[in-house]
Structure formats: structure tokens, C-alpha cells
């Protein structure tokens, strides 16, 4: 049977496999469609942010962008040459040159130095709101999975859930601002942030973790069960370790999700600008949780809405754009290097 | 009945050693005697599970109509009847594994091991269940090593010395004739085993916590015949120290395996007797007829 002979089997035309073509080429593009707007979107942020974060020099890597507190940018002439100095190089250098003195400067708030306590404050909220979202999750969606008796209280509670997830993040600000700031007294600070954040990434963990807990096979309880098992023992050593991959996946989510949400943190959690990191200047270390902090996406607006716009902050906005994805991308990084290691430990 | 007939009949222990063709039920029918008293007890033979009078009920549908049996002390007692006539149900009322299902209850009558009525609020379950153990019809080695899964039980009670747990390990493999298959690879996973030999480990994991009585549903439904007979091998090796209730589709099974036979159709007991006199004579037609291959 050559290719030019027809045989039975020979492909006709017909409106089903044109169909099927036409078909498979719109899904196609979709996905492709999607990917050109995440490369447009990631590629504009790392080509302009490359500009702040890395050097032409060695170490390659601006490293006072991340290891210096925000200052501002003073702009003059001095000997014909322009230069740009930090507010405290400045006063050094006026300081160093007599002549330099009287020199006026443009000063550019926000511009110089680097987003150091940002980067705490947002490593420092993500930590801590994400421990507090997967203690209460996972133990709702075990009480509402396993021990909870099946009925129209238990449909209800699963309905309000579900709606929290509906909620836009300002109401959760408000909220959190209500309670935890003013009515319990905690200001602006740590604790509320980490309180509201949670509250807010809650109902996706509830959800994932109640799916990877039905995952787990019916004959692992039952087995587990009639060897003379509690419930709690069952879950502990026979149910939970091997719905903790679906578990984590749905931290990944909810960790960007919490690092990138400005309204939350805005009345509850962050400062525009505070110099002193949370750990500085205590009386004691429990005084820790309730310093407010900065933030990199509260940072990012503050600097491209609240002062005036000029190159010199378009370069602080996309570098912090930069290390803000650097940031989620290294913390989600961590979440899934745990969940491929506990996926192993625990395949089934 | 011809010499044929009864020579046919894999009663004795030392004759299961048959493989794939199992002996042959005789098809004509045996001429049925007037009713014999339904529940005979050989001599000598102790009650362990006294199960009196016994309805049952998943919400408001009956499953089991007024049961009334007693399962003796280290025999093979088997359930046979066709499917959906409650004996799955009655056997998992025994560890009250029925517990876990929502709107499950005993509507009357008792059910008594060594005089305790189980379903009385002051029983544990828990210690029920230690004592009354399962295996289950599909095999549910857990997905940790076949070391982790004998020990499993034993870690729940607190169990941690090393030595120990070696020790039980390998009894409890070698009486469930598991150990020379698999003594050089304890901490494999458990999954990695073949049906049969997974089965195995489902028996051995529950004699680790010794109890009094095995509960088996249909062991062997999952299983091809090779395995099939080291399991039915097994069951005869172990009713010397445990009691055994089994559960099974298979007739030709039961009439291999146990001493006592018991036949349900539709939630009641027809029939319950020695397996001799249910396969052979039995008092009621429609065992008889069940035996026989006529219907189920």
C-alpha cells in the first residue's frame, strides 16, 4: 500500500473533523493568547526593573536596593556634572566639600536608597498570615470533612464560606480595621495585618483542603478504623500527611495572593514609611507582633499615586515591581519544594 | 448419596490443597428431609458472638429481620446467600464498623461477644475493635512500608520498642504465611505487592493486634485463584487460635473452609447449621435451592 492509493481507511472530509481542526486551533490560541499577555506584563516589569535592581558593575546586583531604607533623591550640578546622591551621601558631601555648601538640589522623595523594611514587612506578613490561614483552614476543613454530621446546618456553613471568598479585599481592610485596630486595640500593626490577610485567604484554603481530604481513599479510614483507631488518629497518621501536596498547592495560591493585596494592609498593617524595622526600638519582645511595617505593593502605590510622577520614581516603582515578583516567586519556590518532597514521602 | 458425591466434597482440612477446579457441589438434588432444628451446635463448642433476635436498619429501610445465630468459639463460621441479603451488613455489625455510616442503627435485640452487649453506651469501640478485627474485600494496605503497616495497630496502643515490634512483625508475617515472600524487603511500600500477597498483609496487620476474632468480607472476590487457595490455606492455619467469621460469594468457599454455615436470603436467616448438613442435607428448600446453583 503506497501513500497515493486510496484505502479504506483513508481520511475524508467532513464538517466533524473540520470541526475538530477549527476547534483545537481556538483553544490553541487561547492558551497562547494568555501566555503573550503574562509574557507582555512579566517582561515590561523585569526589563524596566532590571534597570534599578542590576549593576553594569560587579556584584551585577544592586545590592543597596535591597538592603538600604528609602531615602530621597537630591538632584544637582556641581563642577558641570550632574550628579545624583541619597539624602545622607548628600549631607556627607557637603560635609567633605566646603565649596559644595550652598548648592541647590531638585529632591525627589522616595527615590534613592533602597526598599529594605518593604521587603520585611511583606516577608514578615506573608509568614505570618499564612500560618495563621493553614492552622485554622486545615482544621475547619478536617471538622467540616470528617466529623461534622451531614445536613442543612452543614450546606449552609459550606455556602458561607464559599461567599467569603466573593468579598472584595477592601471590605476585609475595613473590617479588619474595625476589629482589630480600633475595637481590640491593636493599631496599626503585625497582628491585625497578619489576622486580616488570613481572614481573607481563608476560604481558598478551606476549599482545597477539604477537596484533597476527600481525595484520600474511603479504605485507609476503614482499614486504620478497625484496628482500634480513634477518628483523630486516623486523620493524623493515615489521612493527613497524604492530603497535605493538595494542601500546599493551595498555599502557593494564597501566598501571592497575600503578598500582592494592598487594601488589607493599608489601615491595618502598613506604614508609607517607618525607619525603624519591627525588631528596632522594643521594650520588650512582646512588642514585636504589634509594630506596623512597610510593604512592597503599599509601597508600590504610595510611590506611583502619591507623590509626583518623573523618571526617577518610574525607577523605584519597577524595581520594587521586580523584587515584589522575585519575592512571591522565591516564597512559592519554597511551597512547592515542600509539597514535591512531602508528595514522595507520601505517594499513594 | 453416591460415594462420588461424598468423596467429591473438600470437607477435610488436609484435602484443600486443590487448585484451580474446585470440587464440584452435587447438582441433584438430595432428598429433603422434614426440618431439622435450624441452629445445631457441634459438642463442645463454645458461644463467642451471640447475635439474638437482631433487626437492623439504614434509616427507614430495613436490612436484617429479626437474626438470631451463635458464632462458636475458634470455627470457621461462614455467611453465604445471595447478593444484597444483608450478611456484608450483619458481619460489619459485629466490629460496628456500620457506625461510620450516617443514620445506621440496631432496632431491636442484642448482639453479644463473651456476654457484652456491644451497642451498650459504657462499650469502648475502640477496644471493640482491637478485639474484633477486620479484613476487608478490596485489600487497603496503607501506602507506607509493609514494616509500617503490621506495626500499625501496635503504634496506635503505644507501642515503640524496637525489639518488640521486630518480633511481632515476624510472627504476624509467618502467620499469614507472608514471611519468606517478603522477609528481605520489610521497608518496601506495601503497594508494591501482588493482590494476593497484599490480601496477605491485610490478614497479617490484623493479627498483629491479636485479637479474638477475624471479620473477613469476601477476602478472596478480588483474587485469582492461585492466591485465592494460599488465602483459603491460611484461613485453615489460623482458626486453630482465632475465630473466624467469612463472608462469601463463592459457594464452593464456604463449603471448603468452614465448620458452620450460615444462609441468608433478603435480611433473614434461612438456614444455619453445620456446613456438612447445609451443603448435603439441608432443612429448607430454598438453601437447597441456593446450593444447588438454582438461584443467586
Known amino acids: 500500500m503506497t501513500a497515493t492509493t486510496s484505502h479504506v481507511f483513508q481520511a475524508r472530509p467532513s464538517s466533524a473533523r473540520r470541526w475538530e481542526t477549527g476547534i483545537a486551533w481556538l483553544f490553541r490560541g487561547a492558551t497562547y493568547l494568555i501566555l503573550l499577555c503574562g509574557l507582555m506584563v512579566f517582561g515590561k516589569i523585569f526589563y524596566e526593573g532590571s534597570r534599578t535592581v542590576f549593576k553594569t558593575e560587579a556584584p551585577f546586583v544592586n545590592t543597596a536596593f535591597f538592603t538600604e531604607a528609602p531615602e530621597t533623591l537630591h538632584v544637582f550640578n556641581f563642577d558641570g556634572k550632574k550628579m545624583e546622591m541619597g539624602d545622607r551621601a548628600f549631607r556627607a558631601f557637603k560635609e567633605a566639600n566646603p565649596a559644595a555648601k550652598a548648592i541647590r538640589s531638585e529632591s525627589y522623595v522616595y527615590s534613592a536608597g533602597g526598599i529594605f523594611p518593604a521587603i520585611v514587612g511583606t516577608v514578615l506578613l506573608v509568614l505570618g498570615s499564612m500560618a495563621i490561614a493553614l492552622t485554622l483552614g486545615v482544621s475547619a476543613a478536617i471538622f467540616l470533612s470528617e466529623y461534622a454530621t451531614h445536613g442543612r446546618v452543614l450546606t449552609m456553613i459550606r455556602l458561607a464560606i464559599l461567599n467569603l471568598a466573593g468579598v472584595p479585599s477592601i471590605v476585609y481592610g475595613l473590617f479588619g480595621l474595625g476589629l482589630f485596630v480600633i475595637f481590640l486595640d491593636w493599631n496599626v500593626s503585625l497582628l491585625a495585618g497578619w489576622f486580616t490577610l488570613a481572614l481573607m485567604v481563608l476560604p481558598v484554603v478551606i476549599t482545597a483542603s477539604e477537596e484533597s481530604l476527600k481525595a484520600v481513599p474511603q479504605g485507609f479510614r476503614e482499614g486504620s478504623l478497625a484496628l482500634g483507631a480513634t477518628k483523630w488518629q486516623t486523620i493524623r497518621t493515615n489521612v493527613l500527611p497524604y492530603a497535605m501536596p493538595g494542601i500546599l498547592t493551595s498555599s502557593i495560591l494564597g501566598i501571592a495572593r497575600v503578598a500582592g493585596e494592598t487594601a488589607p494592609i493599608m489601615f491595618t498593617a502598613a506604614y508609607a514609611m517607618r525607619d525603624m524595622l519591627p525588631w528596632q526600638g522594643l521594650g520588650s519582645w512582646t512588642e514585636f507582633p504589634f509594630q506596623g511595617v512597610m510593604a512592597l505593593p503599599y509601597h508600590i502605590y504610595v510611590v506611583s499615586s502619591k507623590i509626583p510622577q518623573n523618571e526617577y520614581t518610574e525607577r523605584v516603582q519597577y524595581g520594587t515591581a521586580f523584587v515584589f515578583l522575585m519575592i512571591v516567586a522565591l516564597i512559592a519556590l519554597t511551597s512547592i519544594l515542600l509539597r514535591n518532597k512531602l508528595r514522595n514521602r507520601y505517594r499513594w | ?296
Open chain 2, 1 to 296: 448419596m453416591t460415594v462420588a458425591q461424598t468423596t467429591a466434597f473438600a470437607m477435610d482440612i488436609s484435602s484443600t490443597n486443590s487448585p484451580a477446579a474446585p470440587p464440584r457441589v452435587p447438582v441433584t438434588a438430595p432428598a429433603i428431609t422434614t426440618a431439622a432444628p435450624s441452629a445445631q451446635t457441634t459438642p463442645g463448642g463454645a458461644t463467642l458472638i451471640d447475635i439474638d433476635k437482631v433487626d437492623f436498619f439504614y434509616g427507614p429501610s430495613q436490612a436484617l429481620f429479626n437474626i438470631d445465630l451463635k458464632v462458636e468459639e475458634r470455627k470457621v463460621t461462614a455467611f453465604i446467600g445471595p447478593s444484597g441479603c444483608g450478611k456484608s451488613t450483619l458481619l460489619r455489625c459485629l466490629n460496628r464498623m456500620n457506625d461510620l455510616i450516617d443514620g445506621t442503627r440496631i432496632g431491636s435485640g442484642k448482639i453479644k461477644i463473651r456476654g457484652v452487649d456491644i451497642y451498650h453506651p459504657t462499650v469502648d469501640v475502640i477496644e471493640l475493635r482491637k478485639r474484633v478485627g477486620m479484613v476487608f474485600q478490596k485489600s487497603n494496605p496503607f501506602p507506607k512500608s509493609i514494616y509500617e503497616n503490621i506495626i500499625y495497630g501496635l503504634r496506635l496502643q503505644g507501642r515503640s520498642n524496637k525489639s518488640d515490634l521486630d518480633a511481632v512483625v515476624e510472627k504476624s508475617l509467618r502467620g499469614a504465611a507472608l514471611w519468606d515472600e517478603v522477609k528481605d524487603r520489610l521497608h518496601s511500600s506495601g503497594l508494591s505487592l501482588s493482590g494476593g500477597q497484599q490480601q496477605r498483609l491485610c490478614i497479617a496487620r490484623a493479627i498483629a493486634v491479636e485479637p479474638e476474632v477475624i471479620l473477613m468480607d469476601e477476602p478472596c472476590a478480588a483474587l485469582d485463584p492461585i492466591a485465592t487457595v494460599k488465602v483459603e490455606e491460611l484461613i485453615q492455619e489460623l482458626r486453630a487460635r482465632y475465630t473466624i467469621v467469612i463472608v462469601t460469594h463463592n459457594m464452593q468457599q464456604a463449603a471448603r473452609c468452614s465448620d458452620k454455615t450460615a444462609f441468608f436470603y433478603l435480611g433473614k436467616l434461612i438456614e444455619y447449621a453445620d456446613t456438612r448438613t447445609i451443603f448435603m442435607k439441608p432443612a429448607n428448600a430454598q438453601t437447597e435451592a441456593y446450593v444447588s446453583g438454582r438461584f443467586g
